[in-house]
C-alpha cells in the first residue's frame, strides 16, 4: 500500500502551508463543491497559463524554487511550475510528487540552444498528482500564449490521462522526445538538478550561466517569447 502522507506534506520548497501558496489555491478553486479531480484540472490550467514560462532564471538555491516565490515572481521554468502545482494540488488535500525526465527538444529557439548548448533538456519537471486511485503526470511548463507562438497547443489535463509533452506539433515536426526518466520525489532535489546539469552541459557552462544571471542588469535581460524560433 502507497503511503501517500509524505506526498500531502509541506516542505521548505515546496511550502505548500504557506499563505501566498493557499491564498493562490483558494483563488483558483473557490467554494465551489467539486471532485478532487475537477480541482486538479482547475489548478493545472492556472499554474500553466498564470505564470509565464522562463527558462532564464535563478536554479541554484533552494529558495529559487519555492512556490511562494514563484507566485511572487509571476513566471518559473519547467521545474518551479511543477512544483507550485504539486504545492497548491497538497494545499487543496490531493498528493503529489514531482518527477524529472530528459528530453531532446525539436523546436527551441536559436538563443536557447546558444545558452544550453543543446537540444537535449536534461531534469525537465513535470508533476504527479494522485487521482483517484493511482498517480497521473500533468506537465504545466509553457503557458497557452508560448505555445501560440510556436505553433504547439497548449497540453491539456483531465486528470484521467497523462498530460505529456507532444511528440509533434501543428505543423506535424518533430516536438519532444522523451530519453530517459529519472523517477519521481516528494521534494525538489536542488543539489540532484545542479548536478545532472553540470554533467550534461559542463560544470563551466552552468557555472556562466550563474554570472549572466546574477549580472541580469549588466548583461541585458533575456526574453524567451521574444526570441528567434528554428
Not at 48 to 66: C, Q, T
Not at 103 to 123: C, F, P
Not at 181 to 190: A, T
Amino acid at each position: 500500500m502507497i503511503d501517500l502522507e509524505k506526498f500531502l506534506t509541506p516542505t521548505d520548497i515546496i511550502d505548500s502551508d504557506s499563505d501566498e501558496v493557499i491564498a493562490y489555491m483558494r483563488d483558483i478553486i473557490g467554494n465551489d463543491n467539486i471532485t478532487y479531480t475537477e480541482k486538479a484540472i482547475r489548478l493545472y490550467l492556472r499554474v500553466r497559463d498564470d505564470i509565464r514560462y522562463n527558462p532564464y532564471l535563478p536554479f541554484y538555491k533552494p529558495e529559487h524554487y519555492m512556490a511562494s516565490n514563484v507566485i511572487k515572481a509571476g513566471e518559473g521554468f519547467c521545474i518551479t511550475k511543477a512544483g507550485l502545482l504539486c504545492a497548491v494540488a497538497r494545499a487543496a488535500g490531493i498528493p503529489s510528487r514531482i518527477g524529472f525526465a530528459t528530453v531532446k527538444n525539436h523546436l527551441s529557439t536559436r538563443q536557447l540552444l546558444e545558452y544550453l548548448g543543446s537540444d537535449i533538456v536534461a531534469y525537465h519537471g513535470y508533476t504527479e498528482l494522485w487521482l483517484e486511485g493511482r498517480w497521473v503526470k500533468a506537465t504545466p511548463a509553457f503557458n497557452a500564449e508560448l505555445c501560440a507562438l510556436h505553433k504547439v497547443p497548449p497540453l491539456e489535463f483531465d486528470g484521467l490521462n497523462d498530460s505529456i509533452f507532444q511528440e509533434y506539433n501543428s505543423d506535424k515536426s518533430r516536438y519532444m522526445e522523451y530519453i530517459a526518466y529519472h523517477g519521481e520525489f516528494s521534494d525538489i532535489p536542488v543539489d540532484r538538478i545542479v548536478k545532472a546539469w553540470e554533467e550534461a552541459y559542463g560544470k563551466d557552462r552552468v557555472a556562466g550561466w550563474k554570472t549572466i544571471i546574477e549580472n541580469k542588469e549588466k548583461h541585458g535581460g533575456l526574453d524567451f517569447m521574444k526570441e528567434d524560433i528554428i
